[in-house]
């Protein structure tokens, strides 16, 4: 099997198995997107092999494989930061929402005491 096709086959799964998790709402499109963009890109340059050559001699990389990887190490880094930025998020939003069921479970105890005095 040529790799081109196997690299195209492989990307185009990955769209399709990330658009359905959003589609059986296991994935939000916010969290998708960046997903949907790296298996995009697997799938454009499979197709277009020769712009990958081109594109990574630009740079100044020896072999495209090194530009491959050295973009998708830059992707990775940036998808974790941020998750990072959603999960700090999600910390603060949970932190509040403790908060405010305190406030309001001492609210009905009083409310509870006041009814049976």
Not at 16 to 26: E, S
């Amino acid at each position: 099997m040529n790799i081109h096709l196997l690299a195209i086959i492989l990307s185009s799964l990955m769209f399709l198995l990330v658009v359905d998790l959003v589609r059986r709402h296991k994935l939000t499109f916010k969290y998708a997107l960046a997903w949907l963009l790296v298996s995009a890109s697997g799938v454009f340059f499979a197709v277009f092999h020769k712009f990958l050559f081109k594109m990574a001699g630009f740079l100044g990389f020896e072999l495209p494989s090194n530009f491959i990887f050295f973009t998708l190490f830059c992707i990775f880094v940036f998808l974790s930061l941020v998750m990072t930025v959603f999960l700090c998020q999600q910390n603060n939003r949970n932190d509040t929402m403790a908060q405010k069921i305190a406030l309001l479970e001492f609210e009905i105890k009083q409310l509870k005491r006041k009814s049976s005095n």
